[in-house]
Each structure stands twice: as C-alpha cells, then as structure tokens.
C-alpha cells in the first residue's frame, strides 16, 4: 500500500469480524470470530492450551500463538495489537525468550508506526533488533530493518531509508530469502515514487517483478502490480495502470485478501478519478470504504476518503465533498501525515471557493501553501540526499568488491598452480586416449554415412514408385476420357457431326468430367500426402453435413442406376478432425458403394456414439468382395484399377488414401464383406470433447 506496507505482504490476513476481550493475571482471554479459518484456528490452539492441567503463560508455544494473533489483527483492531504483543513481552520476559521478545517489541512498533508515533516505533524497533541479532535470526533481523528503514522514511530522512533498505537487500541476498529482496527493492521503487522519480522507481519494479517471478507466488506479484498501478496513475499511464490493477484485483478477490482489495478497488477509483470519469470512480472507492469499515488502517484511509471527495467535487456535490475531505484532513492531522493534509487542504480550498465562503477557502489555501513549500524544499533534499546515499552505498559496496578481488585474486595463484599440475596430466591422459578416440569417431562416421545412403535409396525407391503410380494412373485412367473428348470435338469442328449428334454426347461427356475431377482431387490428395506435404488440422466439424454434401454431389450418378442413398446421421454429431480429408475419405467410400452396388441399389450412411469417438459407416448391397480381397484394398501397393457394375473407372488410390486419411485424424478403418450381399466400410474419429475444445 504504501512504501512500508510491504511486510504485511508476508503475513496476508483473511478476517470477517472479531471481538477480543484480553485480560491477564486477573482477568481471562476470549476471542469470538466469524467465519474466518486462521483466526478460528488460533482461537482453538490457545483455548486448548489454556485448558491443559499444566499450562503456563510462561510458554513458547503461547507465546508465539499472542504474537501471530495480533499480527493476524494488526489491520482490524490495533489496539489488540498493542494488547497482545505487551502480553506477550512480559512472558517472554519472565521465561528469557529471546525470539518472543524481538516479535513483541516488532509488534508494539508496528502499532506506535500506525498510530504515526514514528519515534516510539523506532525505538521498540531497535530493541526488537538487538534480540533478533543475538539470537541469529536473518528472517526476523530483515524484517525489522525494513521497517525502520520505513520508519526513517515516514520522518523524512530518506538517506537512513534508503541506506536501511539497500543494506538490507546485501543480507537478503547472502541468506538467499527472495521474498524479503521482493519487499525490500519495491520499498525503494515506492521511496522513488513519493519523489515523483517514476523512472528511477520503474527500474526497481522491473527488478520485483523478476524476483516474483521466481517466487511463483500470484498474490506476490498481484500486490506488487497495485503499486504499479498507482505510480502509472500518478504518471498518467491509465491505461497501464488499469491493467495492472484489474490483475490484482482478480488475485486478491480470488484469495480473499480484504485489506489489499481494499487499496486495490481504491487505485481503480484513482484511475478513473485521472480520466475525470466521477461516477466510475467513487462506485470502487465506495467498494474500498465498504472494506474499510472491517480494517483498522488510518493510513490507508486518507487516500481514500480524500479521492472520494474529489470525485464528488468533479460532481458538483460539494457538501458531500466537504464531509469526506473534513474526515480525512482530520485522520492526516491526527497521526500528522504531512502529504495527507496537504491534499485534503487543497481539496477543501476547493469546495469552500465554490460555495464562496472565501474566507474558510483562504484558511485552507494557506494550509496548502504551507505544507507545499515546506514539502518541496524537504523533496529537494530529500532527492538529493537519496542520490548522494545511492552513491555512497556504491562506493562503499565497490571498495568491498575490490578487497575481495584481492583475496580472491591470492587464492586464484594457487588454484593455477594446482590446475598446471592437473592440465599436464590431462594432456598426458589425453594423448594416450587420443587415437582410440578419433577412431571410434570415424567409426560412428561411417556408420551414420551408410544408414543416412540407406535411408535416402528407400526414399528415392519410395519416390521412383509413386512417380511411377501416378504416370500409370494418369495415362490409363485420365488420358482416354481427356482423348475421347479431343476426338469428339476434332469431330465436331470438322463438320464430320452435326450440332445434334454433337449435343447427344453432353451426357456421357459430363461423366467422363466427373470422372476426371473426382480422379484428379483422389491424385491430388494422395500426391501431396505422399510427398509429406498435407498438414491434418483438426477442428470441430459437423459431420452431417458432410454427408448430406456428397449424397447431394453423387446424387446424379446414383440416380443414374437408380440407387437410393441415406444418411441416418443425427443432428449435432460434432467431431473433430480435418474437414477436407474427412470429406475425401466419404465422398471416396460413398463413390465406391455407388460403383460396385447394382441399379435399384441402396447406400447407407450411419453413425454410432462410442465412449471418445464416433463410429462411421457405409453400407451397400452390391456384389461384395471375398476375404482375400478385403486383406489387400488398403494396402499402399495396392493399385489395381476396377470396374463396377455399370464399368466405371477407378483410380487404385481411394481406399489406401482414406486409410492414411483416416489416421492421420486418429481413428482407424475397416471393411465386412460377403459376395452377393454387399459391403459395410467402418471408420472410426474423434469426438469433439472439451478437451478438443481447449485445444483450439
């Protein structure tokens, strides 16, 4: 939220609503919650130790329970903080509890800290400090420099701030603890922004950004990207800024983290609050107050309740207006939050123009002008001492580099001399081995070089044969109709046919065109196959359609020997394949019932729902085939041109390339046969599941 909220990041609470009522010696502890897991859970562990025959304060168990209870309650009720962290010094105290000293002593800071007694939270800091560096605890130690150095930052000395927080990214790093690098570099990056440096602090959220990254922690990130979103606002980069808060507004919604969706919902107020869009504006600064009124956060509330009233303002509703600047103006003054009251000063110098009691107007204006000087001239110095402390910090981080150069240097004299000695023996090893080596490499040579010529004569045997296929297909099945219709038109324009004898040939012209299409896209298809270039791209088809396309396209031709065709297909029978080989493997297995099935025929399409896929198939009461046939039809070689019932002319390609067809889409085909009774082609696709639908 701001620049020193970053620790609570560690310790995210998820709360409805609580009544604590804490006495010690004389006087009993009892908690009542609503609804919420961790704060519940606590409860039972310190209701149960409490009811053991031999408890006493003076335990570390309990004591750590007080401590992670009121960190849980630091944003709801922050007097229980102060409560339960006083508590839990004193037995701390009484038993020489080092560890439970130091996280008293940090929450009693975290309250005088929000209280904004800067002062006192330093002090209770630095005595918490002293505890955490006896006992040795770099977790603790970082955490509670990070908040003096938020604390330094709150009085203005940016320098202690800045120096606080990059010290303490040297130790982050030397313990290897990410989330505290995470926390402490977006301290900066904020410490950056409350200069207005927005380039300077970009830089540091770059760095935050990565490190979450090896987190893998979303709510991380999420807070990480609020902060952002609020210096984008600041920078007039709505449009960053409102992605950035809209991602963390998901996160924080989906885990139910109530004090950071209460900041969040608020930068998206002050993002449309910049595009002067009021009402948007004060519906999400409505949405943070709503949380608000469960939080104990004073801080936090400033911005809020001074953004509502300038929404208000842009909406003429300046009474409205008044109240909400009154009650933040009075929140800043209270915990004497310098840049707090001097936005609330401004905004009120506003509203008292506009109601034209100029004189309450010029107090405020006064306020304002005041705080900005002196805000000013502090930024100024600030600025620069935080540039003069960067510098500073360098130096002092380069002379430490260049002592251990030195060292390192030293030690690297005898590590060369050691890696002579191993290098000649190396070389001495390398020899020996070096012959066997090169003659195992020439060995393998050989032998990649012999498969690589293997492979590539199976590959031009492969292509020599299907250059061979389609020569023989072309000139035995398209070559005579292509010559029958040169001959016939020779025939026409040499008068030796009239028009008339001419126009009786339409009809057997206009199947022999037919014949030379459906040859043509079977030729196509399997060429291209063949030479590896037909890529499946699957999709979710309607497979009915599909049929009802090519029982309209082969209509003629079974009209023709008057065989009646059907689809049983139902409504909606989704797949998912590659459309335009799915329709070359029906319109190939309807024109081959067509062809073998004797006038006054029938054709059936049907499809059957399996368990992941559909069952096709297509049926006719033709001649048949016995089983010797049925073994070779979908083999590759098999190419033998065949004539139906009425001697039409096939091409030897169709089956085999609905096989490949078939699998390559994932399913798989077969036939049942018997002479004289006909045949059923069964072949088997996908069925359009959600997983397909995901993999769009």
């Not at 202690?160 to 313990?175: C, M, P």
Request: with cysteine.
């Amino acid at each position: 939220m701001s620049w020193i909220n970053a620790p609570v990041r560690s310790f995210p609470i998820h709360w409805k609503q609580y009544i604590l009522l804490y006495v010690v010696g004389l006087l009993s502890v009892h908690f009542s919650f609503a609804q919420s897991t961790k704060l519940d859970n606590l409860e039972d562990r310190i209701k149960n130790l409490r009811t053991q025959s031999d408890f006493t304060p003076q335990d570390t168990t309990y004591i750590n329970l007080l401590n992670e209870l009121g960190g849980e309650l630091r944003f709801y009720n922050l007097d229980s903080l102060l409560i339960l962290s006083k508590e839990a010094f004193k037995h701390s105290e009484s038993l020489g509890y080092k560890k439970g000293k130091s996280i008293s002593l940090l929450g009693m800071g975290d309250y005088y800290s929000d209280r904004g007694e800067h002062t006192k939270g330093i002090s209770h800091y630095k005595s918490a400090l002293v505890f955490a560096e006896e006992i040795n605890n770099p977790k603790l130690i970082l955490r509670l420099k990070n908040n003096l150095a938020g604390e330094f930052g709150y009085l203005g000395d940016y320098a202690k701030a800045l120096n606080g927080y990059l010290e303490s990214i040297q130790i982050a790093k030397r313990v290897d603890d990410k989330l505290m690098l995470s926390i402490l570099n977006e301290n900066i990056a904020n410490l950056y922004v409350s200069q207005k440096d927005y380039e300077q602090a970009l830089e540091f959220y770059e760095i935050v950004k990565k490190i979450n990254q090896g987190i893998g922690n979303e709510v991380t990130s999420a807070e990480t990207m609020s902060n952002m979103a609020s210096a984008y606002a600041d920078m007039g980069k709505l449009d960053y800024a409102m992605f950035n808060i809209n991602s963390s507004i998901t996160v924080f919604e989906k885990h139910d983290i109530r004090d950071w969706l209460a900041f969040a919902y608020e930068i998206k107020g002050k993002t449309y609050l910049k595009q002067k869009k009021y009402k948007w504006a004060l519906y999400w600064y409505n949405q943070a107050e709503m949380l608000h009124k469960k939080l104990d956060d004073d801080r936090g509330e400033i911005d809020l309740l001074n953004g509502m009233a300038e929404a208000h303002l842009g909406l003429k509703n300046d009474s409205t207006s008044q109240h909400y600047a009154l009650k933040a103006y009075e929140i800043s003054t209270k915990i004497n939050f310098r840049e707090g009251t001097q936005k609330c000063a401004k905004t009120l110098y506003k509203v008292n123009k506009n109601k034209k009691d100029f004189a309450t107007a010029l107090k405020y204006h006064e306020v304002y002008q005041g705080l900005s000087d002196t805000l000013s001239r502090n930024e100024n110095k600030k600025s620069l001492t935080m540039l003069e402390t960067k510098v500073e910090h360098e130096k002092q981080k380069m002379a430490l580099v260049r002592e251990n150069e030195i060292a390192l240097a030293t030690q690297q004299n005898y590590v060369n001399a050691a890696l002579a000695i191993l290098l000649i023996f190396v070389v001495v090893t390398f020899l020996v081995h070096r012959g066997e080596k090169i003659q195992k490499k020439l060995n393998r040579k050989l032998q990649v070089k012999a498969e690589e010529l293997e492979k590539n004569d199976l590959e031009l045997r492969e292509i020599n044969d299907t250059k061979d296929k389609l020569f023989s297909i072309i000139a035995h099945d398209l070559r005579g109709p292509i010559g029958a219709f040169q001959g016939l038109l020779k025939l026409f324009n040499t008068k030796e046919i009239d028009q008339s004898e001419f126009l009786s040939f339409i009809p057997k012209l206009g199947t022999d065109i037919d014949h030379i299409s459906f040859t043509l896209n079977n030729l196509l298809s399997w060429g291209q196959s063949q030479m590896n270039g037909a890529t499946t791209k699957p999709r979710i088809i309607l497979l009915e359609n599909i049929v009802e396309e090519n029982l309209n396209l082969l209509s003629e031709m079974a009209t023709n020997k008057s065989i009646k065709m059907t689809s049983q297909l139902l409504p909606n029978t989704m797949v998912w394949s590659d459309a335009n080989q799915i329709d070359i493997v029906i319109r190939n297995l309807i024109s081959n019932a067509l062809k073998f099935t004797p006038e006054n025929g029938m054709i059936t399409v049907k499809a059957t729902e399996k368990n992941k896929h559909w069952e096709i198939s297509v049926r006719d009461n033709g001649i048949g085939m016995d089983r010797e046939t049925q073994g070779k039809i979908f083999e590759d070689n098999h190419n033998i041109t065949t004539y139906g019932t009425n001697n039409e002319k096939g091409t030897g390609l169709g089956l085999s390339l609905c096989k490949e067809m078939v699998e390559k889409n994932g399913g798989r085909i077969w036939v049942e046969s018997y002479l004289r009774k006909g045949s059923t082609f069964f072949f088997t696709v996908p069925k359009a599941s959600k997983e397909y639908q995901k993999a769009v």
